[in-house]
């Protein structure tokens, strides 16, 4: 079955440090993976995304790398700053079998915390 | 910048009671969902909506959750008889195409007392 998880469930940085965040998804057609940025009592905010045919996609201060041989997402935040202190979760767009209905399975989810 | 409104933003409800919760995608999408949030837990699946009729539906979207899109602009989702397992933020997502990204709501808190 479908499935995405997170490697791990908290990460603590220093303001200024580099942060990376894990993901490991299993469905092997998936063709498009988002990353997800939730703050407290809010919805989560559209970071980046990758499609499957790319390995690596730039952003402001944030990169993703996508590894399909092992099923592996990245997200890579540059000099983290307190304001990026969130739940981030990666997510897989899917498609079923009519290839129109799409749906976004969701990762647990990481917990950022940036120290000042 | 277009955004999804969710109203309204905290129902609290008796159990076996009827709720709705309201959505305004943003205008020019034409893919429409519903996900829920237990809290602390990851965002999960309930259903999706295109060319006004359901796409797809998770295991938990049974026979007491129904949506609708009364009007060119709104999208609800109904729980006939809530439960207390039904307690939690239910977002509101759009998307102009299935394979583009997805934009949320603020989510409506449901609590089921």
């Known amino acids: 079955g479908e499935s995405v998880g997170l490697h791990l469930p908290t990460l603590s940085v220093q303001e200024g440090d580099n942060s990376i965040i894990n993901c490991a998804y299993s469905?092997?057609?998936?063709?498009?993976f988002i990353w997800y940025k939730q703050e407290s009592g809010k919805g989560p905010q559209f970071i980046i995304d990758?499609?499957?045919?790319?390995d690596k996609r730039q952003g402001q201060r944030v990169t993703v790398l996508l590894n399909k041989t092992v099923k592996h997402l990245s997200l890579q935040i540059a000099a983290t700053q307190p304001g990026d202190s969130a739940v981030y979760f990666c997510?897989?767009?899917?498609?079923?079998?009519?290839?129109?209905?799409?749906?976004?399975?969701f990762g647990k989810g990481t917990l950022l915390t940036v120290n000042p | 910048e277009p955004e999804v409104t969710q109203t309204p933003s905290h129902q609290v409800t008796q159990m076996g009671q009827e709720v709705i919760l309201r959505c305004v995608p943003i205008?020019?999408?034409?893919?429409f969902y519903w996900y829920r949030q237990i809290l602390g837990q990851k965002v999960e699946f309930l259903v999706s909506?295109?060319?006004?009729?359901?796409?797809?539906k998770s295991e938990i979207f049974d026979d007491q959750f129904s949506v609708e899109r009364p009007d060119g602009s709104n999208f609800t989702l109904k729980i006939r008889s809530t439960k207390l397992e039904d307690s939690a933020m239910y977002f509101c997502?759009?998307?102009?195409?299935?394979?583009?990204?997805?934009?949320f709501g603020q989510g409506t808190r449901l609590t089921v007392v």
């Open positions: 997502a759009s998307s102009d195409q299935g394979w583009t990204e997805a934009f």
């Open positions: 469905n092997s057609a998936s063709d498009y």
């Open positions: 990758i499609r499957s045919n790319m």
């Open positions: 997510a897989e767009n899917s498609q079923n079998s009519g290839g129109s209905n799409y749906k976004l399975t």
């Open positions: 205008s020019n999408h034409l893919y």
């Open positions: 909506f295109y060319n006004n009729e359901i796409s797809e």
